[in-house]
């Protein structure tokens, strides 16, 4: 069957997001032009007005509202399963920030892109108010990769497949690309791609779900590729993340290697993250003196950043962009 051949979903996860609902709403009648779609909104118990905003703004859209700070994995866990218990099924989904504004036809460019070994599509991402288009594509981490970015740094050693995760080729944005993953601001799925792989790892709290989430469909066969055709703007984009927010990041990228691999090469890219983190705090940044001490005390660390952070209204932004 098409990708496009039944309804699509359009799964959203909010957290105190009322500031940035109104835009996003009204992005999505030109993003989603082509397509039979409907709306379900996971609410990650808000406390100011997104759940009114999306009564008043948005009246036919499903509201599921998880009553706690679930995180952004369970969060896309209880939109596919309301999605799936009100239509009986869909033919792909997308999963989106809230803080994204789809420019005309994104959606379906995005949902024909899926099939023939892509399970997961996504867009050219723009900062707001910017020209050029963010680097959103991604190598897996690798020892090699972390010690690239550790010693010159991720953008430029971004020029070299083998010394860094993020893409940097201009080349790579201008066509359709496969990558291992992408960040995670707004991404399409097939519903075959959701049925091999199954629900979203809640273990992830926040930061590296979207990670886990390619690399496992790439591993059962199902790629990411970015359509250029495809565009969206995301507010904030690469903005900095606070010093509770980045450690998370940190760790997690730690984590997600460790469970891909043996403790010997995990010791070994934990100490190349360790390493980057430890120069840029002697540098003055905050946000690594933090991460590197939570590296340093990883086993103790974790669970205490896990059970506080949480996105603020905007800070979906930096989930999925942040510089690493």
């Known amino acids: 069957m098409s990708p496009a051949a039944g309804p699509v979903a359009v799964l959203v996860v909010t957290w105190n997001s009322a500031s940035v ?6 992005s999505l009648p030109d993003g989603m032009s ?21 009564r ?9 509202r998880t009553g706690r700070n679930a995180g952004y994995a369970a969060g896309v866990n209880a939109a596919l399963g309301a999605a799936g218990e009100a ?5 792909a989904v997308l999963v ?16 024909d892109g899926l099939g023939d070994g892509v399970g997961i599509s996504v867009p050219l991402l723009y900062e707001d108010g910017r020209d050029a288009p963010l680097h959103s594509l991604r190598r897996e981490s690798s020892v090699s990769r972390a010690l690239g970015e550790a010693v010159i740094g991720n953008r430029r050693a971004g020029r070299f497949p083998r010394l860094s995760e993020l893409v940097t080729d201009p080349a790579a944005y201008e066509r359709p690309t496969r990558a291992d993953w992408a960040t995670g601001a707004l991404m399409a799925l097939s519903a075959d791609c959701l049925a091999a792989c199954g629900p979203w790892d809640e273990s992830f709290f926040l930061y590296s779900e979207e990670t886990e989430y390619c690399l496992r469909a790439r591993d059962l066969g199902y790629a990411t590729r970015l359509e250029p055709a495809a565009e969206a703007v995301h507010l904030g984009g690469e903005s900095r993340v606070s010093p509770r927010l980045w450690t998370l990041l940190t760790v997690n990228r730690v984590r997600l290697y460790g469970r891909r691999h043996g403790p010997v090469a995990t010791a070994l890219f934990r100490g190349a993250v360790l390493l980057r983190e430890a120069s840029r705090a002697a540098l003055g940044r905050p946000a690594s003196r933090a991460a590197a001490g939570a590296l340093l005390r990883l086993n103790s660390a974790r ?5 506080k952070a949480q996105p603020a209204a905007a ?7 942040s510089p690493r």
């Open 21 to 26: 609902l109104p835009g996003f709403l009204a």
């Open 34 to 54: 082509g397509l039979d779609w409907r709306l379900v909104v996971a609410d990650n118990d808000s406390a100011d007005d997104t759940v009114a905003v999306l």
């Open 56 to 64: 008043e703004l948005a009246p036919d859209a499903t509201v599921v």
């Open 87 to 91: 239509d009986g099924g869909y033919s």
């Open 96 to 111: 989106c920030n809230p803080d994204i504004r789809m420019r005309q036809g994104c959606a379906k460019r995005l949902v």
């Open 303 to 307: 669970p205490a950043i896990e059970d």
């Open 315 to 321: 800070q979906p932004v930096e989930r999925t962009q």
